[in-house]
């Protein structure tokens, strides 16, 4: 059985100062030989990976060099992305590919949706005790 | 910077010690977050909550790259 991986909800301030917890999950991503650390929102509602601008720009990306488009909707509409494929780590206990929607934003979390990341791990949030687990798919384990 | 020393010997730790050191830098990963999102500003949090044609357009590339990778 695959090894479970738990993490604690982050504090996080929202817009009228509030603080509120989110399930950030700490994540490095690796692309032509650079490397990112970053937390990366856990979205299950999201049907696909987002990432921002700026971090793209930092593991080696060139945006011109992306040239599949993407489609994205609703309050992203007017945000243009395109796809990448990057290998992510977490807690040295799993690597793997993860595709992006790389978005022409800087306003963006990182965001692990559907596709890729929950097609990747199980997860299961435990939100009044302040921890969520991920179990990784048996054949992504090192 | 981290170094390899340092990597060598975080591996070499019981796996309850592995816990606990990525519940601290977790939680230290939460101060940074704090710095980031600033008192009094306002955020955007989009979710692409309805993308199925990026969906299927991700996964193709996904597929192309593990077929090419072997």
């Known amino acids: 059985m695959a090894d479970r991986l738990r993490f604690p909800y982050v ?97 963006l979390p990182l965001i692990l949706g559907q596709v890729n990341f929950f097609a990747s791990f199980d997860v299961c949030f435990y939100r009044t005790m302040m921890y969520f687990e991920l179990t990784p798919k048996p054949n992504r384990i090192r | 910077m981290l170094s390899r020393e340092l990597l060598d010997e975080l591996h070499k730790l019981e796996r309850s010690d592995k816990a606990k050191v990525i519940q601290i830098l977790a939680g230290e990963l939460a101060v940074d977050e704090e710095k980031y999102f600033q008192n009094g500003t306002s955020y955007d949090f989009w979710s692409p909550i309805d993308a199925p044609e990026a969906a299927n357009t991700l996964m193709q590339m996904l597929a192309d790259s593990r077929k090419s990778s072997g």
């Open chain 1, 11 to 107: 504090a996080v301030r929202n817009r009228i100062g509030e603080v509120g917890s989110k399930p950030l999950l700490p994540i490095t991503l690796q692309h032509k030989g650079q490397e990112f650390a970053t937390t990366g929102l856990l979205d299950s509602g999201a049907d696909i990976n987002v990432l921002p601008f700026h971090i793209g720009l930092a593991l080696g990306g060139v945006w011109e060099e992306q040239n599949i488009s993407l489609p994205l909707s609703g309050s992203l509409a007017d945000v243009e992305a395109r796809g990448i494929v990057v290998k992510g780590t977490v807690a040295d206990v799993w690597q793997g590919e993860l595709a992006f929607a790389w978005a022409l934003s800087r306003k």
